[in-house]
């Protein structure tokens, strides 16, 4: 799964997820995606690097059973492309948002109320449930 800042003609920022890069150029450069605020299809991808919070709780609603092996294959991809900063997310969170660290994807585990505190500064975080069998070697 991959997580793309998208902006639209408009100007209208949010974040995309795609099954992978290739699938993410083919959607946007046949207008598949639309923006959520004005629904216009000419959309841009934006550079920044997506902040995702891993949170503990099982993604069995999420996740229909056909789809498990790809949805944790697609997890797993993300789990290594991520750096896991564990219980400081919020913190550097802030700290790649003021930019006074290197601008990267991190995931880790915040509290509710530090993802509504996140959110309130404009910090885009993406709660995403992982499976406990995501974190099992591959069988
Ligand atoms: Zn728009």
Redesign the pocket.
Known sequence: MKVFNLR???H?EFEGWFPSAEESERQLSNHLTH?P????SDLMRMPSAPRLNLATESATELVAPNAQAEWVKALRELIANTEDVGPRFAEEARRIHYRETPQRAIRGVASDRDRQELQEEGIEVIALPVPALAKEPLQ
């Not at 605020?37 to 216009?40: A, H, K, L």
């Open positions: 639209c003609s408009r209208h923006c605020i004005c629904d216009c």
